[in-house]
């Protein structure tokens, strides 16, 4: 129950904190875009502050590690595969870049500590793991997942390669 | 309970020392001094069109932060 209720406190905390990012204010760019849009839109605009950054990486780290399909796929996974999520996340950056007036890029994004690319390179290693068999992965050519294997299974599959 | 299942979770976002509230403060002081570096930051590549895919990716953003919204006021 005090798990619970620090769980439901600290999360209040973030709910006040996003409260104020999404009023909805002017949209001081002409550029055909609507008239009025969140606040965290305009404020993550223009010249690029380590304070942008963090707040960028935080709101879209956490928006990113939520987004699920419609519905599940035929594995019951329900998020979307890596190459769609990442796909979405260049779309969303070109739309802010373009209508947003954002200077912030993807690049921006990735390495540090905590980073949007490091949280979404674990998300997607955890999601595989769970959803996806390595028998598939490697139908689809999708060999990333070989080095989030141990050295011993790597070893295995070179040798099945070989016997065939 | 129930309404917690709804909840998005606040997965690997921890907070640090930042002070969003300061931060903003500090934002909308430089845009009133200098409003027009906020709304030149814009692209003049006016014939680009705003498609469906990134303004639904766009709100997909703007509506999770606000979907956190909602549940102060249930909370």
Known sequence: MVFYLL??????????RYDKL??????????????????????????ITDDKRHLANKTITHWQSELKRERPDENGCPYFAPSSQNQKLRTLFSALTKFHGWHLKLDSLKGFDGSLAEQLGTLYKERSEKYVSLARLIMMK?????????????AAILWCAKEE | MALIVNEPTAVSTTDDDFDLEAFIHELEVVEEESGCQVAGAGT????????????KLVQSYVDFLGKCRLFIAIG
């Open chain 1, 7 to 16: 769980q439901t406190n600290i999360h209040i905390d973030l709910v006040d």
């Open chain 1, 22 to 47: 999404v009023e909805l204010v002017n949209n001081p760019i002409r550029s055909g875009g609507p008239r009025r849009v969140a606040k965290i839109l305009v404020v993550l605009s223009g010249i």
């Open chain 1, 142 to 154: 999708d060999y990333n997942i070989l080095y989030t294997l141990t050295s011993y299974h790597r």
């Open chain 2, 44 to 55: 003049s590549d006016t014939s680009s069109r705003y498609n469906t895919q990134q303004k």
